[in-house]
């Protein structure tokens, strides 16, 4: 059943699975993918299933995050059923616990433990009620679930994100953002980037120019965040605003030793595309994940993280509308 609603929200809402728009194709059966949304937040999650299990480890930035089932990730490796992304906040760590009885239930109720791991953003920014990703609406994102596409932009658990408000006292404005992925293929070797942005910090393309966030609404330009201090000497900033997170899942086929290394390498690259990145108010979290299911000699450790970092800042680019960026 859905939460209870307020007096304000006098309707219960209303699962919505169908992601219309621009998607990203990709080729990788040991994955599935699904995104289940709250047009009356709005709000959503977004579902990644490992149907043969997996390994996977957490990189942790940033001073505002919210997880659960976090012990071990952050420190070691460890098996994976799923993912589960969210807005709503600390509510929303619910649709987290959507997917894990949904897994509960496909087994027969058996007592292998379901290990779903969940993150979330805070996503009520320009929105006056409180609903939120609940359990309910967990287990239909996992049910959606199925390989091969990956819905781009303003969906699952980007549904209602954005990139580039830490520039608020200068006059500019933040941009809409959402979810983004990109997928390569090296050799036997699959590389896949799931990103939801809703960062502080503005979206940088590989040229240097800021493609989304900071943006001017005079002129339309938009500005780098050391431009808009260098403008503002005489004025101190104030302290930036909470509810900014980014959240990445990076998932390989391919065995690979010491998968902490490699997550680190990835995240830290990603300051690249994000500008500022990992800042106190940020909640930054990426999840490596291996399904085991290939080596690959000619493609070591370091290679692997150069080439998941180019992924990852083709996936931030991909988060948001680019007809909608000058």
Same mark, same amino acid.
């Given at each position: 059943?859905?939460?209870?609603?307020?007096s304000?929200?006098?309707?219960?809402?209303?699962?919505v699975?169908?992601?219309? #728009?621009?998607?990203?194709?990709?080729?990788?059966?040991?994955?599935?993918?699904?995104?289940?949304?709250?047009?009356?937040?709005?709000?959503?999650?977004?579902?990644?299933?490992? $149907?043969?299990? %997996?390994?996977?480890?957490a990189?942790?930035?940033?001073?505002?995050?919210?997880?659960?089932y976090?012990?071990?990730l952050?420190?070691?490796?460890?098996v994976?059923?799923?993912?589960?992304?969210?807005?709503?906040?600390?509510?929303?760590?619910?649709?987290?616990?959507?997917?894990?009885?949904?897994?509960?239930?496909?087994?027969?109720?058996?007592?292998?433990?379901?290990?779903?791991?969940? %993150?979330?953003?805070y996503?009520?920014?320009?929105?006056?009620?409180?609903?939120?990703?609940?359990?309910?609406?967990?287990?239909?994102?996992?049910?959606?679930?199925q390989?091969?596409?990956?819905?781009?932009?303003?969906?699952?658990?980007?549904?209602?994100?954005?990139?580039?408000?830490?520039?608020?006292?200068? +006059?500019?404005?933040?941009?809409?953002? #959402?979810?983004?992925?990109?997928?390569?293929?090296?050799?036997?070797?699959?590389?896949g980037?799931?990103?939801?942005?809703?960062?502080?910090?503005?979206?940088?393309?590989?040229?240097?120019?800021?493609?989304r966030?900071?943006?001017?609404?005079?002129? +339309?330009?938009?500005?780098?965040? #050391?431009?808009?201090?260098? #403008?503002?000497?005489?004025? $101190?900033?104030?302290?930036?605003?909470?509810?900014?997170?980014?959240?990445?899942?990076?998932?390989i086929?391919?065995?690979?030793r010491?998968?902490?290394?490699?997550?680190?390498?990835?995240?830290?690259?990603?300051?690249?595309?994000?500008?500022?990145?990992?800042?106190?108010?940020?909640?930054?979290?990426?999840?490596?994940?291996?399904?085991?299911?290939?080596?690959?000699?000619?493609?070591?450790?370091?290679?692997? +993280?150069?080439?998941?970092?180019?992924?990852?800042?083709?996936?931030?680019?991909?988060?948001?509308?680019?007809?909608?960026?000058?």
């Open positions: 059943m859905p939460y209870p609603t307020t304000d929200e006098p309707c219960a809402p209303v699962p699975t169908v992601a219309q #728009g621009a998607s990203l194709a990709f080729d990788f059966p040991g994955l599935h993918v699904g995104v289940a949304e709250y047009a009356e937040g709005p709000t959503g999650c977004t579902v990644f299933y490992f $149907p043969e299990r %997996a390994t996977g480890v990189d942790v930035r940033g001073g505002l995050h919210a997880t659960i976090m012990d071990y952050p420190h070691q490796e460890d994976i059923d799923a993912i589960c992304f969210a807005g709503g906040s600390l509510y929303g760590l619910e649709a987290a616990t959507g997917v894990s009885a949904e897994l509960l239930a496909r087994r027969g109720m058996s007592p292998v433990m379901a290990k779903v791991a969940g %993150a979330v953003c996503d009520f920014h320009g929105r006056d009620n409180r609903v939120y990703p609940d359990k309910a609406l967990g287990q239909v994102a996992l049910r959606a679930a390989p091969g596409r990956f819905p781009l932009g303003a969906h699952g658990a980007g549904r209602n994100t954005g990139c580039g408000g830490g520039a608020w006292f200068a +006059g500019l404005q933040h941009e809409t953002a #959402g979810q983004g992925a990109a997928f390569r293929q090296i050799g036997p070797t699959k590389i980037v799931f990103s939801v942005v809703n960062a502080l910090g503005a979206i940088v393309d590989r040229s240097g120019r800021v493609v966030g900071h943006l001017d609404p005079n002129s +339309g330009q938009r500005h780098h965040y #050391g431009e808009i201090l260098d #403008g503002h000497k005489r004025v $101190p900033a104030p302290e930036p605003p909470e509810g900014n997170t980014t959240l990445t899942v990076v998932v086929n391919q065995k690979a010491h998968l902490g290394q490699l997550a680190r390498q990835i995240h830290t690259s990603m300051a690249r595309a994000i500008q500022p990145f990992h800042t106190e108010a940020d909640g930054d979290i990426l999840y490596l994940v291996t399904t085991n299911e290939v080596a690959n000699e000619e493609l070591n450790a370091v290679s692997l +993280g150069v080439i998941a970092s180019e992924v990852a800042w083709d996936a931030v680019l991909c988060s948001y509308d680019q007809s909608a960026a000058s």
